[in-house]
């Protein structure tokens, strides 16, 4: 087989559509037409066109997945779990994942600290709230302990539930003696992941400063 032609594709930049002995036969990337080095005129093996036609599929699914890096990090699970949703092979989804860990484009212990420290900033998150959340997203029990011990190591979690608190007792009726108050913001505590030793020292704190420094 020959290669009678190679022409861009009009609505598609960056592709373009192959004929071999006169007939269209598929389309393809620059990248992958460039990686095999094809040209008009050239002899095209059953062997060379199957090669391309893996190229084009390997580099489909590496696409799909920059495009998802690019919206936000995610760990390896849930970057194979949302190409495996694409139906693309197995055996793509895990090339590419294998050459964005390679160029660290995909790091499950990069994105487990970004992860915690985004959420300790942006949402006053406590350590069990952060580690169920990075389990359901496919990190590694050891990776997600680690990353824990490293960003809250050296964080003051009674000041981080005190801040969440504030904010909390902010938005609330001010009903300085309402037990009830009380538990909600133990309660909201409670579902940012601080655990009840923080809960019971931090509700104490607050509950003094909201009614002007007199302990309850």
Known sequence: MRITRIESQKRRPGRKNIYLDGAFVTGASDEAILRLGLRSGDELSPETLEH????????????????????????VKELRDRLGKKSLPLRDIEKVIA???????????????????????????????????????????????????????????????????QSYLRRQPA?????????????HLARRGFSWETITRVLRRAFAEDSGGDNE
Request: cysteine-free; charged content about 30%; overall charge positive.
């Open 52 to 75: 391309l036609l893996q190229t084009e599929s390997y580099l489909t699914a590496r696409a799909s997945a920059l495009r998802l890096l690019a919206v936000r990090p995610r760990s």
């Open 99 to 165: 050459d964005l860990e390679k160029a660290s484009l995909l790091d499950d212990r990069a994105f487990a600290r970004a992860f915690i420290r985004d959420r300790t900033a942006l949402k006053a998150s406590g350590p069990t709230l952060l580690r169920t959340k990075l389990l359901q997203l496919g990190v590694p029990p050891e990776i997600v302990e680690e990353a824990l011990a490293q960003e809250l190591g050296a964080v003051d979690l009674d000041l981080l539930a005190l801040h969440a608190a």
């Open 175 to 187: 009903e300085k003696s309402d037990p009830a108050r009380r538990r909600r913001t133990a309660s």
